[in-house]
């Protein structure tokens, strides 16, 4: 069967809205009988995705709404992210037995690329509110489904942040079916609005006169400070902080994953690593928000970035105030890596080629310049003859140069 061949309604005429899905589930599965869930997150992983879900504070307030309803009128009620990913599951209980034959489960895949049309993924691919009845259902294990599906957009942007189902029999397409679910979407998202302005007014409430600042130089984590208090972080905790306060605009998680690491991860992994960090900041109390999609940080200040721009205005010896040695030395992070080496060769470059001697001095102080025979050299031909600082000056290049 293909899409110009798909039942018709009781006007006589297919729908376009599932004739397009279906257009598109052919370009995914040639076959409908190969359109099946493929992916389903393990338990942990799922508990992890789910506990740092933005949606995760409103589910109490969905199941209050819909999963009653849903329990007595024989259908189950399925919230999903914004990729079609199933994360709750509740309702009826017979419904859902049978709907996990054909992997309707937490942590399954019901997009429209695994499954093909059906109201979660559909929902996701059009951004709009869907209903799919029965044989309108691209896979053959789904034809004895209904289900109905609005989209939850973030009350910010507007963009979707995940997907809420009704799935049953023709109960799921009933005439009260979309209002019900419509409503319920429209609660969350007011109640993520209300969530949201909440968390704003608590973390300017309890931030620092000035913003947190994070030093990563000189350190094998970092530390970030908020006034008179000071918080000491995991490498990785550091990593991540770093490298999305240097992309203001933001990374997503495949972006964020490869500047952290240099093999493949599973998304699940980094996505539970930011659920920690969240709690860290959150439990700091410094105004430092860990915002996703994309992942960004906001009201942080970072001692390697205040270096490196102080560089570039010219200011050597702020620079040098401000860089305490080389990013996080024992990071393996790509990205990292890459950081440390750009700060580290442009502060040299800097000091040695034009500052004075008393900041050339101070530079040479650093363990990385231990070793550095030109930059000692220099020095020492910028001290006046008397000066006492001449004779130390020599003795390190002579063990340096091995005369």
Not at 38 to 46: G, K, T
Not at 158 to 177: K, N, Q
Not at 331 to 351: M, Q, W
Request: glycine share 8%; net charge negative.
């Amino acid at each position: 069967m293909r899409a110009e061949q798909l039942t018709r309604s009781e006007h006589g005429a297919s729908r376009s809205v599932v004739e397009d899905s279906w257009k598109r589930s052919f370009q995914a599965h040639p076959r409908r009988e190969d359109a099946a869930v493929s992916s389903v997150l393990a338990s942990d992983d799922l508990h992890s995705y789910r506990e740092g879900h933005v949606l995760a504070p409103v589910m109490p307030l969905i199941s209050e709404l819909l999963v009653r309803a849903a329990a007595e009128t024989g259908t189950v009620v399925a919230v999903g992210d914004e990729r079609g990913r199933l994360l709750w599951i509740d309702g009826d209980s017979s419904v859902r037995r049978r709907a996990e034959r054909m992997a309707f489960l937490e942590g399954a895949d019901w997009s429209e690329d695994s499954i093909g049309t059906s109201a979660p993924g559909t929902a996701l691919a059009t951004g709009g509110a869907v209903q799919i009845a029965g044989p309108e259902h691209f896979s053959p294990l789904v034809e004895d489904f209904s289900c109905t599906a609005v989209p939850i957009r973030d009350p910010n942007s507007g963009e979707p942040i995940g997907v809420v189902d009704l799935t049953g029999g023709d109960e799921a397409v009933a005439s009260y079916a979309l209002p019900l679910v419509r409503a319920a979407v429209a609660a969350a998202e007011e109640r993520l609005r209300t969530h949201a302005a909440a968390a704003r007014r608590s973390r300017r409430a309890a931030s620092c006169v000035a913003p947190a600042v994070l030093s990563v130089t000189g350190r094998d984590h970092g530390v970030l400070r908020c006034g008179e208090r000071t918080l000491s972080l995991s490498v990785r905790h550091s990593e991540i902080l770093l490298l999305l306060a240097g992309n203001p605009r933001g990374l997503s998680a495949e972006e964020l994953a490869d500047r952290l690491y240099d093999q493949p991860v599973p998304a699940v992994t980094l996505r539970a690593e930011l659920v920690r960090l969240r709690k860290v900041l959150d439990g700091f109390g410094a105004g430092v928000v860990l915002a996703s999609r994309p992942y960004r940080v906001e009201g942080l200040e970072v001692d390697s970035m205040h270096a490196l721009a102080q560089l570039e205005r010219g200011s050597h010896r702020l620079a040098l105030n401000s860089y305490g040695g080389q990013i996080l030395p024992r990071s393996e992070a790509p990205a990292i890596a890459e950081l440390r080496d750009e700060l580290s060769a442009t502060l040299r470059e800097a000091v040695v080629a034009s500052a004075g001697v008393d900041v050339l001095m101070s530079y040479l102080q650093l363990p990385e310049a231990a070793d550095d025979a030109e930059a000692w050299q220099t020095a020492l031909r910028l001290l006046p003859p008397r000066s006492p600082k001449r004779a130390p000056v020599v003795a390190h290049l002579e063990r340096l140069l091995g005369a």
